[in-house]
């Protein structure tokens, strides 16, 4: 496992990079796992012990989505077809008012996210079915992260 140390917008973080498997990466960022879509190759021959062989993986881009959890099936592991709803500031998921399947309309609370203290509904920017929920109560997630996306 590699660590790194990154300062962005005068914030620390620390960055473990566990693997690099395609264009996905595992990383914790400050301990909260996410999984990293990647944009530039990595060098194999430079990095041997997070990529897995065979395999040729760009570098790691910090706004991403969170890692898959491992327990519920409503959770979708990969992003569906259709538009992303992402997270407008950080925080932590307290509430996931939608599932796979569920039809929404523009302006429905499909999640609740504590930043700061404060709850904050999180409403359908697009009107469809949900193709893909990326969170569950509990996760952290980042400015920008993906939480669902509807078709």
Known sequence: MNK???KVQGVDYEVEIEEV???????NVNG????VELQQPINAAKHP???KPKVEAPKPVVTSAPAKPSAPAQSAASTGAGNAQKAPLPGTITSVNV???DTVAVGDVVIVLEAMKMQN????????TITSVSVNPGDSVMEG???LTIG
């Open 49 to 51: 012990s997070i990529v």
């Open 32 to 35: 909260i796992p996410f999984e």
């Open 145 to 147: 992260a993906v939480l």
């Open 121 to 128: 509904n999180i409403e359908a920017e697009y009107a469809g």
């Open 99 to 101: 599932k796979v399947g």
């Open 4 to 6: 790194y140390q990154y």
């Open 21 to 27: 498997e395609g264009n996905i990466a595992k990383v």
